[in-house]
């Protein structure tokens, strides 16, 4: 199969590596490591066993790479407005489009742009790290949930979590990728949100208990806001607790993604990742005064 | 009248000074200001006027200074565990004890020592900071509220605020001075809480909307916290948007007393100001979610 990874930070890197290896014809859209990669391959460090692949197709522009089988997006969410140019010329006719963004936003806009008919949308549970240009550390999880826009796509849907499975990436395909969604955003909101509001990891969050009650207050907004969405099946309340002793079983001292986007001074996800939530659960009455100030205080200039 | 001023920082030299310069015979509890006080007086930087006294009673230990008519208390209310040391080799038979001090629990803690007869509970509202040793500046209003804690001594309350009144400080005393310590928190706990969990001046939270409506949440919540605590007359609603009107009008990039306490490195006075009040609210049965957030985060290690 012919796959273009677009946004070749550590998820696109990692999940891209896996899907060549396992034999697929893979060809990355790169910037900061386009020298590195094209010269010397690319290297995977990971907690399953490090691999390297020493011919990597790399590519500056999409229009170099044209029409490809599946496109798979792991840009930061803040790039979505440049969907056109950088996903536009690898989309022919039979083309699938899978998003494997954070938060909410991605498929819609990919779905206007292109078609709902072709556009999946996929949760990463992944930990991982760019290093030195050429370079990908796998640090925790991996799998996938993904699934079709269009109910009538569940078949390829399949296919898809097929594909990634046979690369060694846990995957499944669900009918209700926005429950999916919903689920990792009880995580992403109050660990992205305040590790990089405080610039702590999220051990250090959840040893005191006055933060983890205000994390768990957090969790059971977005669950509340969820669940207001009209998913086919509601999160329980219960899953919040689940949440907070999963991640106390996480590596130690873990920085969710915005604390290191924040600590570099890099833009932040606060657009897909807090504001949309919010203003869907405030869109359906939902009351979430610890969300509207989370975003708040990380939106100051 | 001889009168001490224990905790001579911004707030207990001001006074200090004023009511030395209307004839009282003042004595100052020292530390960092000792040598230069001692030796070439102090130094008033006032919006009001300058102002200059050549001669100052400065001394290191409370025991030097001993029996007076009226201590005033200007500490930081952690260290309010060294009121025995500091307060206690003042007091005579008749020595009335004025707290100046932010928060709750000040006169409490007093009256357990001293007796609640001599004791009498003030809010201050005052810019002023300390420049170098020996100098005041005063940024701002500097009028004071204050009240007894029995109410037999409400007399004596006027006879205090004409003290005051008399050395051109506005002064006036009322029956309930809970209330008027807590229309004080009503906008201490959101704005040197916000200001200091984000390094940022009164105006840049302010010119945000989204920033804005948190602030008024929180006042909203100190409000139902205040009237959980029966008032003799309980606060409106409304006195937020009176707050947020008021301080829109403030010096420009005013920083509260906890934001330069924390950029100082300095400890933060949230016991008083922030954990007291949120306890006593939820004691009344009042959810204050964004307070327990403020409160959680600004005492993160």
Redesign the interface.
């Known amino acids: 199969m012919r796959i273009a990874i677009v946004g070749s930070g550590a998820l696109g890197l990692f999940y891209g590596a896996h899907l060549q290896r396992a034999g697929n014809d893979v060809r990355f859209l790169l910037r900061r490591d386009y020298d590195a990669i094209t010269k010397n391959g690319l290297q995977v460090r990971s907690i399953n066993g490090d691999f390297h692949l020493p011919v990597v197709s790399g590519f500056r522009q999409a229009a170099e790479i044209g029409p490809v089988d599946l496109v798979v997006i792991g840009l930061k969410t803040w790039a979505n407005d440049r969907y056109p140019e950088l996903v536009g010329p690898l989309v022919g006719p039979e083309t699938m489009i899978l998003t494997l963004q954070n938060g909410l936003g991605n498929e819609e806009r990919l779905a206007e742009l292109f078609g709902a008919d072709r556009v999946y949308g996929g949760v990463a549970y992944l930990g991982a790290n760019r290093e030195e240009p050429g370079t990908v550390c796998h640090l925790a999880a991996g799998r996938i949930i993904l699934g079709p826009i269009m109910a009538h796509n569940s078949g390829h849907a399949e296919e898809l979590a097929g594909l990634f499975s046979a690369a060694g990436i846990p995957c499944h395909a669900v009918a209700d990728i926005q429950r999916a969604r919903w689920e990792k955003l009880v995580w992403n909101i109050p660990f992205n949100g305040?590790c990089a509001?405080?610039q702590?990891p999220v051990d250090?969050?959840l040893?005191?208990s006055?933060?983890t009650?205000?994390i768990s207050?957090i969790m059971r907004e977005v669950i509340a806001a969820a669940n207001a969405q009209g998913l086919r099946e509601p999160i329980p309340d219960a899953y919040a607790d689940e949440m907070i002793t999963f991640t106390r079983a996480m590596t130690a001292s873990y920085r969710p993604s915005m604390q290191i986007d924040r600590a570099e001074g890099r833009p932040l996800e606060l657009e897909a990742l807090i504001a949309r939530p919010l203003q869907a659960g405030q869109d359906r009455g939902v009351d979430m005064?610890?969300t509207?100030?989370l975003?708040?205080?990380l939106?100051?200039?």
């Open positions: 305040l509001l405080m702590r250090v969050l040893a005191s006055k933060t009650e205000i207050r005064p610890l509207a100030a975003y708040a205080l939106d100051l200039p």
